[in-house]
């Protein structure tokens, strides 16, 4: 069972009322007076606390579904992605080689070419350089001087950084999967969750638990980049200690342990601006790093530790044997440059998902889990065969396309597929899309098998749920869910005691389920919010009794009540969910009118929260939360256009810029930061004028954006302000006043300062 | 749909409704509720009917707020406007229902002015008391 919230447990200890008053109370007239009193006060308190937990329960959730709802965007985001990959029909050269450019894989160097770009020997360290100097082979206290040095707020320069990487690349090559830990030689170990970038909170565990050494073994799970802003530093540490006790310091490697991800989430950014000159090669580096990383690590054979879960499919022999190596991202099967099969042969006869495309991998394997409540309607029978193909790109066809497109990340998108078939009107054996080294290199390791990667994504992406069975994680949109039959079939299976994982933010920092065969933890305190959870890691000794240390990483909210750190991170949550709701504000006019045919201008506050829900699809509790969002409602009705305007008035102060541009833009941020990451393929920081209209236009179709070529055009033209044919992601970015907080942490110099646009001057979009 | 599952008792739900029961209430309550063999969940199906007629009822309301007042004065006949942080604490663990360590605590954090070390229990009261609107 999961922990419960302190206030909330049933109480230990207690001693009877009155009937052992004694002398030292004061003589009461009736005893029983006192008794009732105290009741009622207890009572009235714990009335109290409940609507506390509740609140906090709430703020959990918001955090919690919005995070995922941004996980499933990435997915969806690449999904699509992958879709006009193997379906789109470049309209001329141009367009072809653009989506060549952006999915065509560099190819993975061999290791001669590897050498050659860590290349550190002829990078300078300069005289003035004070940071920590790496000589190798490691010695323990260089690693110690890291720490020291990243907690004084140095940074490690990238000579050092690509020298470390190296040495790391080539231990990790020789681990296994699995790494096998025994409690024999190293008497404790200390296991702990996700880190993402909270340095802090590293430094914390050192320090409260000891620094790794052969008596003081280590096994990290997973996570420890991207979010927070010391992703970096985490990693040098980490694979510091890993050089230096290569038995007894241990890495698996998690989600966010992966490029794609890390375009999304921060780590990116977060190297190119820490080394503007040696991003790159660190980032190409790191790529391959990653990959090289172990799959879980195994505790005297008895306690199983990997990041993410299970499923009922997960099969430990597979995942010792094959290839690590070629899981390059979790998030997108194939990575190699995409060669077309001829459209006609293979799938005529054969049912489309057994033809020689995979299928898609966050469809649930029909064989193995029971029909997904997801499977409504299905639309009568099974596709037979593929109707129409996809037309030629022409206006008409955007809107087909992005009508099939539009629903992607569930079974519908598998349905487009297959109803879309594959493009009739080519010729055949005409590959799909042309590249320019057509032939690959014969050395590159192969992709990996749809098996392969499913049991990779598996054990990186599933959750634990309370319910038996398995099914597919949709609010993820990787891996499953799995429920205790699962957890236990997989334990006697491999004979074993019970499963560590992390991959879920706890509150506080750690939790059981399945009868306590499951224990997630999770080390990186305030990840939502400072003060919304704590941190843990748990020791093992040889009898593998879990014992969990809990911390939180800022004094000052130690100081603070629990309503008033209740009430800080509520404040958070409800900020970033007034912005999302700015951010559909046109979706949300729509449904509203839906509920007022009268057009009285008003609508009930439980029509609010359906139509805010049917929009958001965020599964929150939109009634309780109503209080703290609607802030003035007569007779239980509300005036939704006055809500909307103050929405907005919140969030905007130029009302210039056409409202439902930027609106979109907003609500899109993330993907489009991402995109323009992907884009911008080299990491230069820009990206061409004809490139983002490029991508825009794919984009908006997709998202079915209601906006003309000129307007793309114009909007492009008017966020480059320098006027010299790029964007810069920050010109992009901060043309809407999106720059991320994180930016003005770094050095001012680099960063542009938010200006007004009404101010500065340039010309803003035109409305059509 | 049923996607992240987190555990909230019982008791914080109805509280959260507005309901003020007793512990011992609250216990008949969840054995009204609870399966035959108890599983340690609550299905929503047999909570809802329940929880509908005690709502409806206007079971569990809390008493006004000067009642509250007045229970205070109980514990602290002279009238001083106050009670001692050891007073607060015996009168909570050893009159009344039972009420752990932690409850204690988290009592005494909010309550207690760190100067006198004594709850000032007007001014808690203000703060407890929430309007039910």
């Known amino acids: 069972m999961s922990s419960l919230p302190f206030w909330n447990k049933k109480p230990c200890t207690y001693t009877m009322g009155s009937g052992t008053s004694t002398q030292h109370h004061f003589a009461f007239q009736n005893a029983e007076k006192a008794f009732r009193a105290a009741t009622l006060i207890q009572r009235w308190y714990r009335r109290y606390a409940a609507r506390l937990e509740m609140r906090r329960h709430c703020t959990w959730r918001i955090f919690q579904s919005i995070e995922y709802a941004g996980q499933q965007d990435q997915v969806k985001l690449h999904d699509f992605f992958s879709y006009l990959v193997d379906h789109f029909t470049p309209s001329s050269n141009h367009e072809r080689d653009f989506l060549n450019h952006m999915f065509t894989e560099k190819t993975f160097p061999q290791d001669a070419e590897m050498e050659k770009l860590s290349d550190y020997e002829s990078i300078e360290v300069p005289d003035s350089y004070t940071g920590p100097r790496l000589s190798f082979p490691l010695l323990p206290d260089h690693a ?68 790794p050494s052969p ?50 989430y921060g780590f990116t950014k977060e190297v190119m601006h820490k080394y503007k000159i040696h991003g790159k090669k660190i980032l190409k580096i790191l790529q391959d790093v990653f990959c090289w990383l172990p799959l879980a690590t195994l505790i005297d054979e008895k306690v199983l530790i990997l990041h993410g879960g299970v499923s009922d499919m997960t099969d430990l022999e597979l995942l010792a044997k094959l290839d690590r190596h070629k899981i390059v991202s979790t998030l997108r099967r194939k990575t190699r440059k995409e060669h077309g099969k001829p459209a006609t042969t293979q799938e005529k006869a054969t049912p489309p998902s057994c033809a020689g495309r995979p299928t898609p991998w966050f469809l649930p394997q029909s064989r193995s889990l029971p029909a997904s409540p997801l499977r409504l309607g299905s639309r009568g029978a099974p596709c037979a065969g ?68 499913k049991q990779v994504v598996d054990i990186l992406w599933s959750d634990p749920m309370a319910q038996e069975g398995c099914k597919a994680n949709t609010v993820r949109g990787g891996g499953c869910y799995f429920g205790p039959n699962v957890t236990e079939q997989l334990l006697q299976k491999y004979n074993l005691q019970f499963l560590i994982r992390s991959h879920e933010c706890k ?63 509520e404040e958070s949550a409800l900020r970033s969910l007034r912005e999302k709701l700015f951010a559909h504000s046109s979706h949300l006019l729509g449904e509203f009118k839906k509920h007022d045919a009268d057009k009285t201008g008003f609508i009930s506050l439980s029509d609010w929260a359906e139509a805010v829900e049917s929009v958001l699809r965020l599964g929150l509790p939109w009634r309780m939360l109503r209080p703290q969002l609607v802030s003035s409602s007569m007779d239980n009705t509300l005036e939704y256009k006055s809500w909307l305007e103050g929405l907005a ?88 006043r999106l720059v991320e907080q994180s930016c003005t942490e770094g050095d001012a110099s680099d960063c542009p300062q938010a200006t007004n646009t009404n101010d500065s001057g340039c010309s803003k979009p035109s409305t059509p | 749909m049923r996607r992240i599952i987190q555990w909230i008792e019982i008791g914080t739900i109805i509280r959260s409704l507005g309901c003020c029961p007793s512990e011992g209430e609250l216990h008949d309550l969840i054995a009204e509720v609870e399966e035959e063999e108890p599983t340690g969940y609550i299905r929503f199906e047999k909570f809802l009917p329940v929880m509908t007629e005690v709502l409806l009822e206007r079971r569990y309301r809390p008493s006004p707020e000067d009642t509250l007042l007045r229970a205070f004065e109980v514990l602290d006949p002279s009238k001083r406007g106050f009670l001692t942080k050891e007073e607060l604490i015996k009168y909570m663990t050893e009159e009344g229902e039972p009420f752990s360590q932690e409850e204690m605590e988290e009592m005494l954090s909010a309550a207690i002015d760190p100067e006198s070390n004594s709850i000032h229990y007007k001014d808690y009261i203000a703060m407890m008391v929430v309007d039910d609107s």
């Open chain 1, 507 to 569: 509150p506080e920092g750690y939790e059981f389920c399945h009868s306590r065969k499951v224990l997630t933890i999770f080390s990186a305190s305030n990840y939502y919010e400072v003060g919304s959870n704590r941190g843990a890691y748990v020791k093992l000794g040889p009898a593998l009794t879990p014992y969990i240390v809990q911390y939180q990483a800022n004094k000052a909210t130690h100081m603070l009540t629990m309503r008033q750190r209740i009430s800080r991170v």
């Open chain 1, 649 to 736: 008035k919140e969030q905007l102060s130029h009302e210039n810029i056409q409202s439902s541009l930027l609106e979109t833009l907003y609500r899109n941020r993330s993907n489009l930061e991402t995109i323009f990451r992907i884009i911008d393929s080299d990491h230069s920081g820009f990206i061409s004028l004809d490139e983002f209209r490029q991508i825009w236009k794919l984009f908006s179709s997709h998202m079915n954006i209601d906006i003309t070529d000129d307007c793309i055009c114009d909007l492009a033209r008017s966020i480059d302000f320098n006027k010299d044919g790029h964007i810069d992601i920050n010109e992009f970015l901060e043309a809407f």
């Open chain 1, 386 to 453: 593929r109707s129409s193909s996809i037309p030629c790109s022409g206006p008409a066809d955007a809107e087909d396309l992005a009508r099939r497109v539009r629903r992607s990340g569930d079974l519908e998108l598998d349905r487009g597929r297959q109803q879309a078939g594959f493009p009739g009107s080519r010729a055949q054996g005409e590959p799909l899309l042309v590249t320019p080294e057509a032939d690959s290199d014969a050395d590159e390791p192969p992709e990996p098998t749809p098996e392969e990667w």
């Open chain 1, 215 to 264: 008596e003081k073994a280590y096994v990290f799970n997973g996570d420890f980049v991207d979010r927070g802003k010391d992703s970096v530093e985490i990693l040098m540490v980490l694979f510091a200690f890993m050089l230096v006790y290569p038995k007894e310091f241990h890495l698996n490697r998690g989600n966010h342990e992966d490029y794609m991800v890390n375009l999304r």
């Open chain 1, 144 to 211: 110690t001087a890291l720490v020291e040095a990243f907690r004084l707020k140095q940074q490690l320069h990238a000579r050092y950084v690509l020298n470390l990487l190296h040495e790391t690349r080539k231990h990790l090559v020789q681990l296994p999967n699995i790494n096998r830990v025994s409690t024999c030689y190293s008497e404790e170990v200390t296991v702990c969750g996700d880190l993402h970038g909270q340095l802090d909170d590293l430094i914390f565990i050192f320090y409260k638990n000891g620094l």
